[in-house]
């Protein structure tokens, strides 16, 4: 099999370096409604190519989230320009399909002649001209410390510690199953470069607004569960945001409260979002219970043990709908055991 022919392999290493090496202008674009990984990512690799003297510009379609101001660098994140910007390459990190960059972000890139997409969703369906997917890779942010180590390229501070973050908050501190013996290895490389390890995850976990607190009140009085205990769910309605002048990071990683249930195996937390859209969030404990699948049944994606939906509204048809088909994959599980 001819690696230039099939466009479902992945990239060398030495051929995205090759790629990052012989262009100068670069636009990184993550996901919209960015986490830890999307921004972690941008960061990581925007700070090497910034120290190899390249142009970059870092956009992303809902701007920098205030939880992720604290990384080093991140005043570097944009929303994105009016026009095209002139660049030669756009890079796509962390991101499951082509329009979860957005529109605007995707207008912004739109003048780049090579695409790259460098990647840890199993849905991704290589969207680039050249793709860098890993589906075992618990983070993008790990991708990206394993081609720069690998091409020896530089990694800056603020590489560093985007890399650390990325990973950190895309393993639930170092839990989930993806968490492996390279992972743990690549955080002890880091802190060996300097990494304040106590500094950088207060920073990360230590510093919740008030209103994180109160959202998850409210969470709390619409939590549910399956009479069997295998399935709980809580939601956010439009009433509860404009109340509490919520922003969109303030709900990120809360469902792994309900997911840290004895007896729950699949959680679900569902988001009426400002354009009447839902947002499903799920997480699973076990891989019979893949929500990728499910996901992907209502045009969503993810991984295995998390995964998300973007959905037509309102709320409770949406949430009748994804409950069902839970339902049903949860009924099938207990057949096949
Ligand atoms: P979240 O629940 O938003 O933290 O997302 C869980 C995982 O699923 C992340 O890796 C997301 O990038 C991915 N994901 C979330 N929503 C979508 C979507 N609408 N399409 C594809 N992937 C998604
Ligand atoms: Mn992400
Ligand atoms: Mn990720």
């Known amino acids: 099999m001819s690696e230039t022919t099939d466009t479902h392999a992945n990239a060398t290493f030495e051929q995205i370096g090759e790629v990052l090496r012989s262009h ?8 919209v409604r960015p986490d830890g990984d999307a921004i972690g990512s941008q960061l990581a690799l925007g700070f090497s190519l910034k120290a190899m003297g390249k142009s970059v510009r870092l956009i992303n379609e809902d701007g920098l989230p ?24 756009a890079i796509a990190l962390d991101t499951a399909t082509k329009p979860r960059l957005g529109d605007a972000a995707l207008h912004a890139a739109s003048k780049a002649k090579l695409w790259l997409n460098i990647d840890h969703h199993i849905s991704n369906p290589k969207y680039g ?6 589906a075992t890779s618990p983070a993008t942010g790990e991708i990206l410390y394993d081609l720069i180590t690998a091409l020896d390229l530089p990694l800056p501070d603020e590489t560093r510690d985007a890399i650390y973050v990325a990973v950190s908050t895309d393993t639930g501190s170092f839990q ?7 992972t743990y290895e690549m955080a002890a490389d880091l802190v060996r470069r300097g990494l304040d390890v106590g500094t950088i995850n207060s920073l990360t976990y230590d510093e919740n607004p008030y209103r994180r607190l109160e959202l998850m009140r409210a969470l709390l009085n619409t939590l549910e569960r ?11 309605r439009e009433e509860t945001r404009l109340d509490l002048a919520l922003r969109p ?3 990120e990683g809360l469902i792994d409260v309900i997911r840290a249930i004895r007896g729950v195996r699949l959680a679900v937390f569902f988001e009426e979002l400002p354009d009447g859209k839902v947002r499903v969030s799920m997480r699973s404990k076990d891989r019979e219970l893949d929500v990728c699948k499910i996901a992907s049944a209502f045009g969503g994606g993810g991984h295995a043990l998390a995964a998300g939906i973007r959905m037509k509204g309102p709320l409770d048809e949406a949430k009748a709908l994804v409950l069902t088909a839970i339902r049903e994959r949860v009924e099938e599980t207990r057949k096949q055991s």
């Open 66 to 89: 205030e939880n992720l101001a604290f990384l080093p660098g991140s005043e570097f994140i944009e929303s994105p320009p009016a026009g095209p910007l002139d660049v030669e390459v």
């Open 226 to 236: 399956s009479p069997d205990g295998i399935v709980a769910h809580w939601e956010l």
């Open 249 to 251: 990071e303030d709900s």
């Open 24 to 31: 100068q202008s670069f636009v990184l674009i993550s996901h």
């Open 129 to 134: 001209d050249l793709n860098l997917i890993d």
């Open 176 to 182: 989930y199953p993806s968490t492996t013996a390279r």
